[in-house]
């Protein structure tokens, strides 16, 4: 049991406690220091091990311990709805605990307070609370002194504090009527201030002509702007986007290396006509030629052998029993020496039908080594072209079954080129530039000129109709979603 002289010492330092947080709160240059001070420092008067600072304007504003809180961190949420169901108790302190609280807050009340939790409510000018919690149970003296220090501190709030932009937003949600409200205030209008504008309008309509009303509204000038401004807005136009694009050959024949080697001399040039059989280039045949020679020697030299050890196989038994040998090395002289040339016919590329070369320029390939399969030549028919054109991803739209498509061209912009989508690539491949596009394939329309394969201009590919609005909005609609993620 205490003594006198103990009690005494114990109200000296809670009021000592006391005044010298009220000089604090007083002097604190900041809501932000005023917030830390709520948290940090009211431990002078009774211990706890954790502290929240909740106002209703501005959400949790100070947590003990901790330099600014996020606000949408699951502590910072899950003390939002706490102290929502704890404003609601009343003005006076109350010890909370799990029993307290809805059923879902109660069951993450051990993930993040102790037992024993104190709601300390703020004035009525300053909605809010600061909520104490620790392990032990909370005594009436503590109480007493941690609401008078509270009633301290909401005052110096509300003096040094200004609503901010956030704390208004906050004031606006809290004021808007909930769904209970709104649902009675409009069965309350519908029932009978409803009624009595119907019956009201249905009187003017009577007493004037009908023309007269409707040219009396279109006057005024707001109804008839908005009238305008919806009619432009809802227009139908030709959803339509625009792409890089060039005519390319519907169905060219590729002409690839046959072999490894080193390119020696084209016969023909770019764009030039050529037939089915015709020389292309050829390959250099320096080694070819070297290798078939040896081949050929090595052959030679292998039915020598073979000849003379079969004239001594009528004397000599062992010369006898070579001779098979002697036929396989024959045998595999001579694949060697016909692999060798057939190569050797290879080296030089002949066109596979007739059409137009299609090539770079012939002098970059001579001397360059190639390996077997790689493009060399392409052999396009004269009217067998087709346009092609890359969409980005952001341009990708929905395209009916044979949608419109127009290249109009660098070379000659007042002939455009008209064309039906054959299809569309449903993956997006890498350009040499570093992105990523669709490919369209697009058919001549017939009755046209058709202009040379590899001109290349600007495609505009056309699909359903839209209203104006979504036309002019979609693009600024996608970046705002990219950005904000709404």
Known sequence: MS?????DA?????????????RRARLAASPAELGFIAVNETLALA???QAALWLADRGVVALSGVVSPDA?????????????QLLKEGDNPCVVSPNTLAPAEAAEWDEWLPAHALWVPLSKSTPGGLLLARDTPWQQGEIGLITEWADIW????????????????????????DAADRKAWRRHWLTFHG??????R??????????????ALWHRRTLRYSILAAAVALFPVRFSVLAPGELVPAQPAVVRAPLDGTVDKFFVTPNSQVKAGDKLFQLDLTTLSSRLAVAKQGLVTAEAEYRQSAQQAVFDPKSKAQLAILQGRIAERQAEADLLSAQFAKAQAT???????????????????????????????????????????GDVIDLPPGAEVTLYLNASPLKPVDATVRYLAHEAVSRPDGSFAYRLRATLADGQEKPRVGLKGTVKVRGEHVPLAYWVLRRPLASLRQATGL
């Open 3 to 7: 003594s006198p002289s103990d009690n």
């Open 72 to 84: 949408n961190a699951p502590f910072a949420q899950w003390l939002e709805r706490v102290a929502r």
């Open 195 to 200: 009624w009595r504008f119907r019956l009201k």
């Open 47 to 49: 211990p706890y091990r």
């Open 351 to 393: 066109a596979p039908r007739d059409g137009i070369v299609l090539m770079d320029d012939p002098s970059e390939w001579i001397g360059k080594p190639v390996s077997t399969g790689e493009r060399i030549i392409t052999i396009a028919g004269a009217d067998d072209a087709e346009v092609e054109a890359w969409l980005s991803p």
């Open 10 to 22: 114990f109200i000296s330092h809670s009021l000592g406690a006391l005044l010298h947080l009220a």
């Open 202 to 215: 249905m009187r003017q309509w009577q007493a004037a002509d009908v023309r007269a009303n409707v040219a």
């Open 154 to 177: 909401a005052h110096e709030w509300q003096i040094q504090a200004k609503p901010d932009a956030r704390s208004r937003w906050r004031m606006l949600a809290d004021a808007w009527p």
